[in-house]
C-alpha cells in the first residue's frame, strides 16, 4: 500500500485546508483510511478514520469541525478540516492499516503511512 499526502499549508485561526491521501489501488474496502497527526514534542495522535465499511471516526478535539471522506474512482481520503484554531497545528500523516475495531484509533494498528503534511494554523 503506497500513501501520498498533500493539502497542508498556512491557515488563520478560523479557517479552513482540505488534506488528500492517495492511496494505491486495491485500498477501497479493504483497509481503514484515516489521518493521524503529531505536533511539535508530542506524540503522533489519532484525527480521524474511515473504515473498510465507511463507518468515520473522529477524535474529540475535532469532532464538529472536521470531515472525512472518500472517493472510490480514485482511491483517495480526503479530511476537510474547518474552523481550525492553534491546536490544530501539526504534521499530519495519512494511514492505512486493518485494525479490530476496538483499535481502530490506535497508531500501532496501522501498518502504512504516507509523508507528513503540515498544517499552521495561526493566530
Known amino acids: 500500500v503506497q500513501l501520498q499526502a498533500s493539502g497542508g499549508g498556512l491557515v488563520q485561526a478560523g479557517g479552513s485546508l482540505r488534506l488528500s491521501c492517495a492511496a494505491s489501488?486495491?485500498?477501497?474496502?479493504?483497509?481503514?483510511l484515516g489521518w493521524f497527526r503529531q505536533a511539535p514534542g508530542k506524540e503522533r495522535e489519532f484525527v480521524s478514520v474511515?473504515?473498510?465499511?465507511?463507518?468515520?471516526y473522529y477524535a474529540d478535539s475535532v469532532k464538529g469541525r472536521f470531515t472525512i471522506s472518500r472517493d472510490a474512482s480514485d482511491n483517495t481520503v480526503y479530511l476537510q478540516m474547518d474552523s481550525l484554531n492553534t491546536e490544530d497545528t501539526a504534521v499530519y500523516y495519512c494511514?492505512?492499516?486493518?485494525?479490530?475495531?476496538?483499535?481502530?484509533?490506535?497508531?500501532?494498528?496501522?501498518?502504512?503511512w504516507g509523508q507528513g503534511t503540515l498544517v499552521t494554523v495561526s493566530s
Open positions: 474511515i473504515s473498510w465499511s465507511g463507518s468515520r
Open positions: 489501488r486495491g485500498t477501497y474496502g479493504r483497509y481503514a
Open positions: 494511514a492505512a492499516g486493518r485494525p479490530i475495531l476496538s483499535e481502530i484509533r490506535t497508531v500501532s494498528y496501522y501498518n502504512y
